[in-house]
């Protein structure tokens, strides 16, 4: 069986040590009363939740699956699920970081992104039942009119309702454009949705009595393509005046999706018969509102992953040292036992140390994004406001493709370490292979990811956003210039940002001769530009350690260590991608399609 500790300690030292959490808040009146002891509170709760009532139902849930009723169009979740999600919400979780005004706690996003770290450690099929509705609630609260506040947000932060988002259709997945569903105006001023949407995450279950659909269709008038779709919210039950549910609407469930993994999470065919919605926003502007929940599921995405690479390193390192198999080539190490434990292997060694690379390494950049999110809502300075946002911008793409590309990077290591116990589904260690590979797919491809990077996020704005970080990064090195104990992390962080400033502007240079450069580029442009970011975070982390160990925690020298093997074992990869990156576009576009 496997297991799961929440890496409390790991949070803290990057809120508290690096980030330096409540004396950022400070600056934000909302925040500005928080201190370290009820984080830690809050986060020493949610990770006992997390570990006892969501991680023994992970196994359970994924070999029970879900089951869809095909007369009534109703979906069961695996068991425990419900009674787990009924601890949740009185637990009050679903309302940790928003508005008092709609029930809220209104603790900062920071907060919520470890929760779910920790959630999606334990269990990400069940997780992804609330998940989704948190990106609901902003979307609706930067969109939706008075009335629809006042209907669905209550219900959607006291997790009495769940929320979905329904966008793809069998015919168009990211090329969003393309869909069909349409929306035909009623008299009082609602609409009748007809269509299909399919992979909707939490489409339909039994955890809650309704749930709200965000569905993106077409009205009559609608201009072709991406310019012409509109918002709608559209529940499972009607909502009378007084805030009782009213009838039946008809957005059905008419299959569930079979998938490699995610088993627990009900991935559902949505048909639409004529469902009553009320418009979200702006005629044809949906994109627009819609893409606050898109960004958040993206990061989410990348959180599901971070979640994954943490419980696949822990149990690898556990089987690891119990494991005998074999002696060390430098001689026993175990002399007293049979065989030595496998732990002493370098190769093994490298891959629970990548694991744990980036497990550290993508903690520290989705606290570092969450704690930039915070800032773009709450900071008083509109121009800081931007400032959070635009960074935010830069770096949603690389959270969800550069997370999950190494959450599967991790677990296929993790899995590996098992040897044939690996493949062995009591293990568990193959389940979080099977849920890690489907992250790098939904929620926009990780080469769809790259190419916003690469095309709209640096291309498009000349830099701007790219250059910002860069010189954050300048200022670092700069200030460690003289640190002889930080010249093993300054110096190659260093060399990249110059090599990545170069390839910036190679490719901005060939793009303007032939567009598809940036789709022969964009994947490894993203890998090298996660690299980058680690880099500096890792450097910032070795700072903090090689100040502090001296009082003898043993933690810092294993930050120290895993720091030093970042840079030494996975940094390196970046010179290839760069090199593959330069080789352009004519070594995948030269062979006739014929030829294939």
Same mark, same amino acid.
């Given at each position: 069986?496997?297991?799961?500790?929440?890496?409390?300690?790991?949070?803290?030292?990057?809120?508290?040590?690096?980030?330096?959490?409540?004396?950022?808040?400070?600056?934000?009146?909302?925040?500005?009363?928080?201190?370290?002891?009820?984080?830690?509170?809050?986060?020493?709760?949610?990770?006992?939740?997390?570990?006892?009532?969501?991680?023994?139902?992970?196994?359970?849930?994924?070999?029970?699956?879900?089951?869809?009723?095909?007369?009534?169009?109703?979906v069961t979740a695996p068991t425990g699920f419900k009674a787990a999600y009924a601890k949740y919400?009185?637990?009050?979780?679903?309302?940790?970081?928003?508005?008092?005004?709609?029930?809220?706690?209104?603790?900062?996003?920071?907060?919520?992104?470890?929760?779910?770290?920790?959630?999606?450690?334990?269990?990400?099929?069940?997780?992804?039942?609330?998940?989704?509705?948190?990106?609901?609630?902003?979307?609706?609260?930067?969109?939706?009119?008075?009335?629809?506040?006042?209907?669905?947000?209550?219900?959607?932060?006291?997790?009495?309702?769940?929320?979905?988002?329904?966008?793809?259709?069998?015919?168009?997945?990211?090329?969003?454009?393309?869909?069909?569903?349409?929306?035909?105006?009623?008299?009082?001023?609602?609409?009748?949705?007809?269509?299909?949407?399919?992979?909707?995450?939490?489409?339909?279950?039994?955890?809650?009595?309704?749930?709200?659909?965000?569905?993106?269709?077409?009205?009559?008038?609608?201009?072709?393509?991406?310019?012409?779709?509109?918002?709608?919210?559209?529940?499972?039950?009607?909502?009378?005046?007084?805030?009782?549910?009213?009838?039946?609407?008809?957005?059905?469930?008419?299959?569930?999706?079979?998938?490699?993994?995610?088993?627990?999470?009900?991935?559902?065919?949505?048909?639409?018969?004529?469902?009553?919605?009320?418009?979200?926003?702006?005629?044809?502007?949906?994109?627009?509102?819609?893409?606050?929940?898109?960004?958040?599921?993206?990061?989410?995405?990348?959180?599901?992953?971070?979640?994954?690479?943490?419980?696949?390193?822990?149990?690898?390192?556990?089987?690891?040292?119990?494991?005998?198999?074999?002696?060390?080539?430098?001689?026993?190490?175990?002399?007293?036992?049979?065989?030595?434990?496998?732990?002493?292997?370098?190769?093994?060694?490298?891959?629970?140390?990548?694991?744990?690379?980036?497990?550290?390494?993508?903690?520290?950049?989705?606290?570092?994004?969450?704690?930039?999110?915070?800032?773009?809502?709450?900071?008083?300075?509109?121009?800081?406001?931007?400032?959070?946002?635009?960074?935010?911008?830069?770096?949603?793409?690389?959270?969800?493709?550069?997370?999950?590309?190494?959450?599967?990077?991790?677990?296929?290591?993790?899995?590996?370490?098992?040897?044939?116990?690996?493949?062995?589904?009591?293990?568990?260690?193959?389940?979080?292979?099977?849920?890690?590979?489907?992250?790098?797919?939904? &929620? @926009? /491809? +990780?080469?769809?990811?790259?190419?916003?990077?690469?095309?709209?996020?640096? !291309?498009? =704005?000349?830099?701007? #956003? $790219?250059?910002?970080?860069?010189?954050?990064?300048?200022?670092?090195?700069?200030? &460690? @210039? /003289? +640190?002889?104990?930080?010249?093993?992390?300054?110096?190659?962080?260093?060399? !990249?940002? =110059?090599?990545?400033? #170069? $390839?910036?502007?190679?490719?901005?240079?060939?793009?303007?001769?032939?567009?598809? &450069?940036?789709?022969?580029?964009?994947?490894?442009?993203?890998?090298?530009?996660?690299?980058?970011?680690?880099?500096?975070?890792?450097?910032?982390?070795?700072?903090?350690?090689?100040?502090?160990?001296?009082?003898?925690?043993?933690?810092?020298?294993?930050?120290?260590?895993?720091?030093?093997?970042?840079?030494?074992?996975?940094?390196?990869?970046?010179?290839?991608?760069?090199?593959?990156?330069?080789?352009?576009?004519?070594?995948?576009?030269?062979?006739?399609?014929?030829?294939?």
């Amino acid at each position: 069986m496997p297991q799961y500790t929440p890496p409390l300690r790991d949070m803290q030292f990057v809120l508290h040590e690096v980030l330096n959490l409540t004396e950022e808040l400070k600056a934000l009146p909302a925040h500005a009363e928080l201190d370290a002891d009820t984080v830690n509170a809050v986060l020493e709760e949610a990770g006992k939740f997390a570990a006892e009532v969501v991680f023994p139902l992970n196994q359970g849930g994924d070999a029970e699956g879900c089951t869809l009723d095909k007369a009534s169009h109703e979906v069961t979740a695996p068991t425990g699920f419900k009674a787990a999600y009924a601890k949740y919400i009185e637990g009050g979780w679903p309302a940790l970081s928003c508005d008092p005004k709609f029930g809220g706690q209104g603790l900062p996003i920071t907060l919520n992104q470890c929760l779910f770290e920790m959630l999606n450690s334990a269990n990400q099929a069940w997780t992804m039942y609330p998940g989704l509705s948190h990106g609901a609630y902003e979307a609706l609260l930067a969109h939706g009119t008075p009335e629809q506040q006042a209907t669905y947000l209550p219900k959607l932060v006291s997790g009495e309702w769940t929320g979905t988002m329904c966008l793809t259709e069998p015919h168009c997945g990211t090329d969003l454009g393309l869909l069909r569903t349409k929306a035909e105006p009623q008299p009082d001023g609602r609409y009748r949705l007809s269509g299909q949407k399919i992979f909707i995450s939490a489409g339909e279950h039994d955890l809650v009595e309704n749930i709200v659909h965000l569905v993106l269709a077409r009205l009559p008038d609608a201009p072709a393509g991406s310019k012409g779709i509109s918002l709608f919210v559209v529940p499972k039950f009607l909502v009378n005046a007084d805030g009782t549910l009213g009838e039946r609407n008809p957005i059905f469930c008419g299959a569930l999706e079979h998938k490699m993994g995610i088993h627990g999470n009900a991935t559902c065919q949505m048909n639409l018969d004529g469902a009553l919605g009320t418009l979200v926003g702006q005629p044809n502007k949906g994109l627009a509102a819609m893409f606050i929940m898109m960004n958040a599921a993206r990061l989410g995405v990348g959180m599901q992953s971070l979640g994954l690479t943490e419980v696949a390193y822990q149990n690898a390192v556990a089987y690891a040292k119990d494991r005998l198999q074999m002696r060390s080539l430098s001689g026993p190490k175990a002399p007293e036992k049979a065989a030595d434990p496998i732990i002493v292997h370098p190769d093994v060694r490298k891959m629970l140390l990548t694991a744990r690379a980036y497990a550290e390494g993508g903690r520290a950049l989705a606290i570092h994004s969450a704690l930039l999110i915070d800032k773009e809502l709450n900071h008083p300075d509109e121009a800081v406001r931007q400032e959070a946002a635009d960074e935010v911008a830069l770096l949603t793409p690389i959270v969800k493709a550069f997370l999950t590309d190494n959450g599967w990077i991790a677990t296929s290591h993790c899995l590996q370490v098992f040897g044939g116990h690996g493949y062995i589904a009591e293990w568990g260690m193959e389940q979080f292979v099977r849920d890690a590979r489907i992250n790098m797919i939904y &929620e @926009g /491809t +990780n080469t769809i990811q790259s190419l916003d990077l690469l095309g709209r996020k640096v !291309l498009a =704005d000349n830099g701007k #956003k $790219l250059k910002k970080f860069g010189r954050r990064i300048a200022e670092f090195v700069e200030e &460690e @210039g /003289t +640190n002889e104990a930080m010249q093993e992390f300054v110096n190659p962080l260093a060399d !990249l940002g =110059d090599k990545v400033t #170069k $390839l910036t502007t190679e490719l901005g240079m060939k793009a303007f001769g032939n567009p598809d &450069e940036v789709g022969a580029a964009a994947v490894d442009y993203l890998r090298v530009c996660g690299h980058l970011i680690f880099a500096y975070f890792f450097a910032r982390m070795a700072k903090v350690a090689l100040e502090k160990q001296g009082a003898g925690d043993p933690f810092y020298t294993a930050k120290l260590h895993t720091a030093r093997f970042y840079f030494a074992k996975l940094l390196p990869e970046t010179a290839g991608l760069i090199r593959s990156a330069r080789a352009g576009v004519a070594p995948l576009m030269a062979m006739d399609e014929a030829l294939f």
